[in-house]
């Protein structure tokens, strides 16, 4: 028979009795049936059940006791739920085992709809949110961005991430991966970049649908099988003199940043983002740090007499640490499009020229040179007249070692061996131009002056 009244729940308070031990421990007021209303030294009251399973005593929580039943369970609460736990218990299941696995089930449900809210959109832009911390420029999260804007959002965007499959996958690369194989093999990573980032927060489950090997490689061709990769225009390097020559008659910040870039064979972002407290005229050495190298490791430029003159030509009567050698100001960078505007208007055609005539500066293809394309130029340079050897022009390019091993042990930057390759291609860049290569630029200069 029940032995507890709301009375007594109410009024239950602990002894204060220590036990033998001299400790104070809980104490309990039975009710029948193996519930017990549990009182703690410092007044707390909670309901608890106990059982026998399998010969085995266990203890099962009700909840915290309150007799109006509002913050916790009343003595008719405490009662009903004990009873549930005895049918749960006749039925042949443990009621603590079964609580746990209803909680566990509404725990999943509760996770499995908040990932429902979650499109693959959203995980998109999550993944570039803690992938660009560790990005050496802040272009690449947005060109992240826009290829999935173009290719993959259409079609996976707005659909929950938990939701993408294979077929998914599959309907955003058919269509481009035989038209631009280099982009689409970059998509590819990058889906399988946020398919991972989502099933690591918890937004989806089991393999990942955009994985290559042993997945999409079954149903799509090696995608440099595909069609040959077009690298960036490259000037031929014999040419390089009479485009240098061509470049010197242009002013300018753009031209002026475009001149180092090719003289160091630095990549544009490095140039753009140079500051004073980072070059040593005296020394004829530009550091650049680590955070802004692609490779996050400091480089270190060796400056030939060419290059320190056009920091010479550019450098300011009290040049701060901090300010920008080729900037729009002190503090703010020119743009990479600055510098690919002096390469285009270079290659501007004057009034009543062939429309279907190569450019000016093009590559072996006709296609119009950009200003990455420089590095290609000093790359094959440097390969087909330098002694120096591949090391030596790799190190130059700031182009990490890919083997693992000989990167442990190939810690040498190989400074004093650049310093006169750098020295000889400022010379090659310098070189007058024949009287062919003279004409052209002449009359490259009075195009743009006709074109104003």
Same mark, same amino acid.
């Given at each position: 028979m029940p032995k507890l009244t709301v009375a007594v729940v109410r009024a239950a308070k602990h002894s204060g009795k220590p036990t033998s031990t001299g400790k104070l421990r809980p104490e309990r007021l039975p009710d029948g049936g193996g519930l017990a209303l549990q009182v703690t030294p410092d007044g707390a009251k909670s309901w608890i059940l106990r059982y026998t399973r399998s010969s085995k005593a266990r203890e099962m929580g009700l909840g915290p006791c309150d007799p109006d039943g509002r913050r916790g369970l009343s003595l008719a609460d405490a009662r009903d739920a004990a009873e549930a736990a005895r049918r749960t218990l006749r039925a042949g299941a443990?009621?603590?085992?079964? /609580?746990?696995?209803?909680?566990? *089930?509404?725990?999943?449900?509760?996770?499995?709809?908040? !990932? =429902? $809210?979650?499109? +693959?959109?959203?995980?998109a832009r999550a993944t570039v949110d803690a992938k660009q911390g560790g990005w050496s420029s802040p272009k690449h999260a947005a060109q992240w961005l826009a290829t999935l804007e173009q290719h993959a959002h259409p079609i996976l965007g707005d659909m929950p991430v938990s939701d993408v499959g294979t077929p998914h996958v599959l309907q955003v690369l058919r269509p481009i991966w035989s038209q631009i194989p280099e982009t689409a093999s970059r998509l590819r990573q990058r889906i399988e970049a946020i398919l991972d980032l989502a099933r690591v927060r918890g937004w989806r489950a089991g393999d990942n649908p955009a994985r290559w090997r042993g997945l999409l490689?079954?149903?799509?061709?090696?995608?440099?099988?595909?069609?040959?990769?077009?690298?960036?225009?490259?000037?031929?390097?014999? /040419?390089?003199?009479?485009?240098? *020559?061509?470049?010197?008659?242009?002013?300018?910040?753009? !031209? =002026? $940043?475009?001149? +180092?870039?090719?003289?160091t064979a630095a990549r544009t972002g490095e140039v753009r983002g140079a500051t004073w407290g980072e070059v040593d005229l005296d020394a004829a050495l530009w550091i650049v740090p680590g955070a802004r190298m692609k490779g996050r490791r400091t480089h270190r430029v060796p400056l030939s007499a060419a290059a320190v003159d056009v920091l010479r030509a550019a450098r300011p009567a009290d040049p701060k640490r901090a300010d920008l050698i080729f900037g729009a100001t002190a503090t703010r960078a020119i743009s990479d499009m600055t510098l690919s505007a002096v390469v285009r208007r270079m290659n501007e055609p004057g009034p009543g020229a062939d429309p279907d005539a190569p450019p000016e500066w093009c590559d072996q293809e006709g296609r119009a040179v950009v200003p990455h394309?420089?590095?290609?130029?000093? /790359?094959?340079w440097a390969g087909e007249i330098r002694p120096e050897g591949r090391e030596v022009v790799e190190r130059a390019l700031a182009h990490s070692v890919r083997d693992k091993v000989e990167a442990a042990y190939a810690r040498s930057d190989l400074l004093?061996?650049?310093?006169?390759?750098?020295?000889?291609?400022?010379?090659?860049?310098?070189?007058?131009?024949?009287?062919?290569?003279?004409?052209?630029?002449?009359?490259?200069?009075?195009r743009r002056q006709a074109l104003g």
């Open positions: 443990d009621p603590i085992e079964a /609580r746990e696995a209803e909680r566990a *089930a509404r725990q999943r449900a509760e996770a499995e709809a908040k !990932a =429902a $809210a979650v499109t +693959f959109r959203d995980a490689s079954e149903e799509l061709p090696p995608p440099r099988r595909v069609k040959r990769v077009q690298h960036r225009p490259a000037l031929p390097w014999q /040419r390089l003199p009479a485009f240098m *020559a061509a470049l010197a008659q242009v002013e300018g910040q753009g !031209a =002026a $940043a475009l001149r +180092f870039a090719i003289l394309g420089f590095r290609s130029t000093f /790359r094959d004093e061996k650049r310093r006169p390759l750098m020295e000889a291609w400022g010379e090659w860049a310098g070189r007058p131009a024949g009287g062919g290569e003279l004409r052209s630029i002449v009359a490259a200069r009075a």
